[in-house]
C-alpha cells in the first residue's frame, strides 16, 4: 500500500446516489450504503494515520434522487458550515437524465457552487459523467452528458478544481459493473472509482490495476438479453418513470447517512 500523504483533515461528500454509494452494500440492503467517497475517506485516513498524523475527519452529505440544485443550495452550505478542507461535488446526473434538461444552466449552478467553495479555501473534487455508449436507452443521454463535461472540465480549469474522470475510465464500460438497475455501480466499481479519485488528487492507487478492463465475458443469446431487459424495465424504469409522473424522489424524506463530520 502507497502511503503518499494527504493533505486534507476535514473532508465533506456532498452529491446524489453515486456519492451516497447506492449498491454497494456491504453490510446488506437495510443497512447504510459505502461507496466511493467513503471508501475514499478511509484510504486518506489510513495514509494519514500510517504517518503518524489525525486521523480524516468525513461526512457525507450525499441523498440518493437529488437533483443539482437542491444539492448545492442545501448540501453545500451545509458542508461548509463544518469548515472542510476537501470537498467532493458531483451531481447534475439525474437532472441530465430528463430530456428538457438545460446543461448550460446546470453547469452554471455547478461553476457557482465551485466558487463558493474555493472562496473558503478548500479544494474541489468534480467527477465527470460516465460514457453510455452501447447502454440501451441511457444512450440518448450521451449528447447531453458529453456537453456537461465539457464545461465541467473548464469550470475545473478557472477554479483549480480536481476531477475524477469517469467518462474515460475502461472498466465502466464493462455492463458487469454496473448494478441491475443499470444506473448505479456495484461493490467492485465503487472500489475502483475511489482508486480514481486517489489518483484525481495526485495521489498514487493502491491497486495499479485499479482500471483495467474485465477479461472477455461469454455471449449472451438474444433470448437471454431480451429476459434480461423486460426484467429491467419492471423493477427499474417503470418506478423510476412512476416517480417521475408523481412529482416524486427516491430521496424523499431521506437524510444525510452521515451528517456530522466524524473519525474515520
Known amino acids: 500500500m502507497t502511503t503518499d500523504l494527504p493533505r486534507w483533515e476535514r473532508y465533506v461528500a456532498v452529491g446524489d446516489s453515486f456519492s451516497e454509494g447506492l449498491w454497494d ?9 459505502r461507496g466511493w467517497a467513503d471508501v475514499l475517506a478511509g484510504h486518506l485516513s489510513v495514509r494519514r494515520r500510517a504517518a503518524g498524523l489525525a486521523p480524516l475527519r468525513y461526512a ?7 437533483l443539482l440544485r437542491p444539492i448545492v443550495t442545501e448540501q ?27 446543461v448550460d ?15 473558503t479555501g478548500a479544494d474541489v473534487l468534480l467527477a465527470t459523467g460516465m460514457d453510455v455508449a452501447g447502454a440501451g436507452l441511457m444512450t ?21 478544481a480536481y476531477v475524477v474522470d469517469l467518462w474515460g475510465m475502461r472498466h465502466l464500460k464493462d455492463l458487469r459493473m ?29 491497486d495499479a490495476a485499479w482500471d483495467e478492463p474485465l477479461a472477455p465475458a ?17 423493477s427499474h424504469v417503470y418506478p423510476w418513470a412512476t416517480h417521475r409522473l408523481h412529482g416524486t424522489s427516491s430521496g424523499d424524506g431521506r437524510r444525510a447517512k452521515r451528517p456530522e463530520l466524524t473519525e474515520v
Open 25 to 33: 452494500a456491504p453490510h446488506g440492503q437495510d443497512a447504510p450504503m
Open 60 to 66: 457525507n452529505l450525499a441523498v440518493r434522487g437529488k
Open 76 to 102: 453545500v452550505p451545509a458542508a461548509l458550515r463544518m469548515e472542510p478542507d476537501l470537498v467532493s461535488l458531483v451531481g447534475g446526473g439525474n437532472d441530465i437524465l430528463r430530456p428538457a434538461a438545460d
Open 105 to 119: 444552466r446546470l453547469a452554471r449552478n455547478l461553476e457557482a457552487a465551485v466558487e463558493r467553495i474555493r472562496a
Open 140 to 160: 440518448a443521454t450521451r449528447p447531453r452528458v458529453a456537453i456537461f463535461n465539457a464545461h465541467l472540465w473548464s469550470i475545473a480549469r478557472r477554479h483549480g
Open 178 to 206: 454496473w448494478a441491475p438497475d443499470r444506473i448505479h455501480l456495484t461493490t467492485e466499481s465503487h472500489a475502483r472509482v475511489a482508486q480514481g479519485a486517489l489518483v484525481a488528487l495526485g495521489l498514487t492507487p493502491d
Open 218 to 234: 461469454p455471449p449472451v443469446s438474444r433470448a437471454a438479453q431480451a429476459r434480461a431487459d423486460a426484467e429491467w424495465l419492471r
